[in-house]
Structure formats: structure tokens, C-alpha cells
């Protein structure tokens, strides 16, 4: 991974309600923290998935930007967000483990805003991601999903994660308290 702000990864082609849009893959930049900080606060509100439900302030966004940014540039990061018609649209993170003997090992994360969900996004995002993960010498990825998120269950299965087990009802939801699947993928050279 050669990381520089706003590197451009991939671009490629999508069909939403009959149009073709295009989707920009590329890594974070500074001047990104206004349209992450819009992404992620709509992406909250939409889904029960994500680890936070509360309104994310602006000034803990512009230190998780600089954070991500910093984690890169020292190859303990990888993030990628996907632009489309004009914003920020997706996003998926992967963050080394900060325990000595699990350094080969990361903590992953993925949101794709409901409107450009079951197009494909998800599942480039994490091929590209996986792609980066290797180059940083990660080996395992892991993951927590909660019970009721059977779309991204899904969606790990097929990309070639196991189940390592369940932490019942250790996840807030609106209405009570949902179970902790955990999830990991051990990335073949
Ligand atoms: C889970 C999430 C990342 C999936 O992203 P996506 O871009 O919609 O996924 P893709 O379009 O690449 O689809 C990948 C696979 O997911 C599953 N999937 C996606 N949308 C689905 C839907 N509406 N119903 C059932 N399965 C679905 C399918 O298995 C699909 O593979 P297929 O198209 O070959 O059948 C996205 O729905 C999301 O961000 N949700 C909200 C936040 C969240 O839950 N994040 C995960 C936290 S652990």
C-alpha cells in the first residue's frame, strides 16, 4: 500500500434506479471531513449495524479523520471511502490490532448508505480493502456483526469469513439487546 491523500483506487460503473452512476474508490483526505462527517452521522441514523447510534460531534469526526490519516501514513490503518454523485457514499476501515502479539491481526468496519446499498459497493470495497490489508502484512481480519444483521452476515460468508462464535445480548439496540456475532478471515498470501 503506497498511501497519499485522496489516492484514487479504483472507479468502475454502477446501476441505480435504471441510471448509470459512476463510484469513486479512494483513500481519505483532510479536506474529506465535512462529507465523512455527513456520511457517518446519516449512516447512523439509517442503520442499527453500526457500534454507535448517538450523533457524532464535529470535533471527535476531525480527530478520527486525522487519526485515520496518521494510521495509514504509519501502515496501521487502511481506509477507503467510495464517492458517488458528488459525496461520500461509502466507507470501510481496517485498524491493526494494538496488542503485541496480535499486530498480525485487524479490527474491521464497513457502512454503505441505504440509498447505495445491494448495488455491489460492499463487496469491492472489501476486496480492495483485503488487497491493502496484505500489504501491511495483516493475516487475519476480524469483525463483530450483531444477530439481526443478517444482510452483512451475508455478505461475510461470501467473502470467505467464519463464524468464531456468539457474545449473547452484549449489543444496545432501540428496542433491547441483540447478540455479538464474531466473525474473522485469515488472508491467504
Ligand atoms: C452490510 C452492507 C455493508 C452491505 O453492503 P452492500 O454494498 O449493500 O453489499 P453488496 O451490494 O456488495 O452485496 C454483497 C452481498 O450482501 C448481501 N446483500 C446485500 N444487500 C442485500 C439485501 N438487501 N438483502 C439480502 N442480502 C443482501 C448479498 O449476499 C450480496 O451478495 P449478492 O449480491 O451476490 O447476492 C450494507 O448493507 C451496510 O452498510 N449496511 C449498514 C451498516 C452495516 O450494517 N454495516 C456492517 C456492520 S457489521
Redesign the pocket.
Known amino acids: 500500500m503506497k498511501f497519499k491523500e485522496g489516492k484514487i483506487i479504483e472507479t468502475f460503473h454502477v446501476e441505480k434506479n435504471g441510471k448509470k452512476i459512476e463510484v469513486v474508490i479512494r483513500y481519505p483526505k483532510k479536506s474529506d471531513l465535512m462529507q465523512i462527517w455527513k456520511f457517518y452521522n446519516k449512516?447512523i441514523r439509517e442503520?442499527e449495524?453500526?457500534s454507535r447510534y448517538s450523533f457524532v460531534p464535529l470535533k471527535d469526526e476531525k480527530k478520527w479523520v486525522g487519526n485515520v490519516i496518521d494510521g495509514m501514513k504509519k501502515r496501521d490503518k487502511v481506509q477507503l471511502m467510495a464517492e458517488a454523485e458528488g459525496k461520500i457514499i461509502?466507507s470501510v476501515g481496517l485498524e491493526r490490532k494494538n496488542v503485541e502479539r496480535k499486530k498480525h491481526c485487524g479490527d474491521f468496519?464497513?457502512?454503505?448508505l441505504q440509498d447505495?446499498?445491494?448495488?455491489?459497493?460492499?463487496?469491492?470495497l472489501m476486496t480492495l480493502l483485503e488487497k491493502d490489508a496484505r500489504s501491511i502484512n495483516i493475516k487475519l481480519i476480524e469483525?463483530?456483526?450483531?444477530g439481526r444483521?443478517k444482510?452483512?452476515q451475508?455478505?461475510y460468508k461470501?467473502m470467505g469469513f467464519k463464524v468464531a462464535g456468539k457474545i449473547p445480548k452484549c449489543v444496545k439496540t432501540r428496542k433491547g439487546f441483540d447478540d455479538d456475532i464474531i466473525m474473522y478471515k485469515v488472508l491467504k498470501k
Open positions: 449512516a442503520s449495524g453500526l461509502g468496519g464497513i457502512a454503505i447505495y446499498t445491494g448495488l455491489g459497493i460492499g463487496k469491492k469483525l463483530g456483526v450483531y444483521n444482510i452483512a451475508k455478505l461470501k
